[in-house]
T-cell receptor, first 112, second 116 residues
């Protein structure tokens, strides 16, 4: 069973489009995260949710809107995509903020 | 705010040789420290973590790391490299946000190549 899953794995789209990435975890964790990994492999947190409530928003443009319909899901919607949004986006989850984070396989977003 | 330094971006070793990946963090207050590994086209996987218990931490796949407060370091080692160790390695430190939540701050990563 996959612990943290993301869909889609690859996403290629045009500038200006709106797209969503979905994340689900079956570990029963309370906390979920979105990270962005750029072309140089630098990994930076974007958002964190605990029990469906937003607890971290790391000065991400408001074109990015996370949504957590329940504890097991954290989706990422991106409006008006820009070239600079091209990256690999990772979802992760943990039992609490200090616990081990389990990462999904990533979604490679390419904006043309 | 915490920061993590991983000097260099690429380390190359021979199979069977010692692996040493360096990590230094910025805070004087001992944080939680982590090493994660990323295999090609995969997500990150925890190798080991330091949470203020033993200073020598053993992880998976024969890796270990030693927390040295005086040097603000948490270097990762493995006595004998295996071909399957080829991957990207990330050191991370816990940090507090302005809102009082905890987050992970990652180093820029180190690509390990293992030569036969």
């Amino acid at each position: 069973d996959t612990a943290v899953s993301q869909t889609p794995k690859y996403l290629v789209t045009q500038m200006g489009n709106d797209k969503s990435i979905k994340c689900e975890q079956n570990l029963g964790h309370d906390t979920m995260y979105w990270y962005k990994q750029d072309s140089k492999k630098f990994l930076k947190i974007m958002f964190s949710y605990n029990n469906k409530e937003l607890i971290i928003n790391e000065t991400v443009p408001n074109r990015f809107s996370p949504k957590s319909p329940d504890k097991a899901h954290l989706n990422l919607h991106i409006n008006s995509l820009e070239l600079g949004d091209s990256a690999v986006y990772f979802c992760a989850s943990s039992q609490n903020e200090r616990d081990t984070q389990y990462f999904g396989p990533g979604t490679r977003l390419t904006v043309l | 705010a915490q920061s993590v330094t991983q000097l260099g971006s690429h380390v190359s070793v021979s199979e069977g040789a010692l692996v040493l990946l360096r990590c230094n963090y910025s805070s004087s207050v001992p944080p939680y420290l982590f090493w994660y590994v990323q295999y090609p086209n995969q997500g990150l996987q925890l190798l080991l973590k330091y949470t203020s218990a033993a200073t020598l931490v053993k992880g998976i796949n024969g890796f270990e790391a030693e927390f040295k407060k005086s040097e603000t370091s948490f270097h990762l080692t493995k006595p004998s490299a295996h071909m399957s160790d080829a991957a990207e390695y990330f050191c991370a430190v816990s940090d507090l946000t302005q809102g009082g939540s905890e987050k992970l701050v990652f180093g820029k990563g180190m690509k390990l190549t293992v030569n036969p």
